[in-house]
């Protein structure tokens, strides 16, 4: 079945703009997670969703970091006034909750440039 | 937050050598988690440790909970060059937390 999907795959901006960063959970599943991953790092948790609603955002750096589930599947990440310390790789991960550990399905990211 | 301090960072060995791994935290956790991460691609999970002490191999890789659930080990066996990407652990407390990874290369 179809896996985890992000877009887009690479993104560049330039410092100031606005951008949006898409995730199409595995189909069925509950929970999403948002991570990012700079260079040389491990993923680094944002946000985790619940269905629709943000169960945890202890993650988000800052308030120019905001992301949506609004229908309990696809969400998206936007990032507002963007800064080059934003650049990195976006990853999307959904589990479907009730699982024995909740296991994360993780997309292939999306690198964000921010020039 | 919590740290996990994962090593070695790299580690470049010849084909068929066996390779370890290990990651140890100031916590005790009660999962454990061992991914890959190939390049473009986002992590896989190759093995999840539930109690402490408990060894689970997944065909040449085998993962150990430890004993005081402070740490964990990975070690692949017969190593070839697929097995190249960067290897992590991570605990999970609802969302994830990963170690910084080690980087494995294989020279073919």
């Known amino acids: 079945g179809a896996g985890v999907s992000q877009t887009p795959s690479n993104k560049v901006t330039e410092k100031g703009k606005y951008v949006e960063l898409r995730c199409d959970p595995i189909s069925g599943h509950t929970a999403l997670y948002w991570y990012r991953q700079s260079l040389g790092q491990g993923p680094e948790f944002l946000i985790y969703f619940q269905g629709t609603g943000a169960a945890d955002d202890s993650g988000l750096p800052n308030d120019r970091f905001f992301a949506v589930r609004p229908e309990g599947s696809v969400s998206t990440l936007k990032i507002q006034r963007t800064e080059r310390g934003d650049s990195a790789v976006y990853l999307c991960?959904?589990?479907?909750?009730?699982?024995?550990?909740?296991?994360?399905?993780f997309g292939p990211g999306t690198r964000l440039t921010v020039l | 937050g919590q740290q996990l301090n994962q090593s070695p960072q790299s580690m470049f060995i010849q084909e068929g050598e066996d390779v370890s791994m290990n990651c140890t935290s100031s916590?005790?956790?009660?999962?454990w988690l061992w991914y890959k991460q190939d390049p473009g691609e986002g992590p896989v999970l190759l093995i999840a440790?539930?109690?402490?002490?408990e060894l689970t191999s997944n065909g040449r890789l085998t993962a150990q909970f430890g004993i005081t659930r402070k740490d964990s080990f990975l070690n692949i066996s017969a190593s070839i060059p697929s097995d190249v990407g960067i290897y992590f652990c991570?605990?999970?407390?609802?969302?994830?937390?990963f170690g910084k990874g080690t980087k494995l290369s294989v020279k073919p």
């Open positions: 916590s005790i956790f009660n999962t």
């Open positions: 991960a959904s589990s479907f909750w009730g699982s024995s550990y909740n296991e994360q399905f």
């Open positions: 991570a605990i999970s407390q609802g969302n994830l937390i």
């Open positions: 440790l539930y109690k402490a002490g």
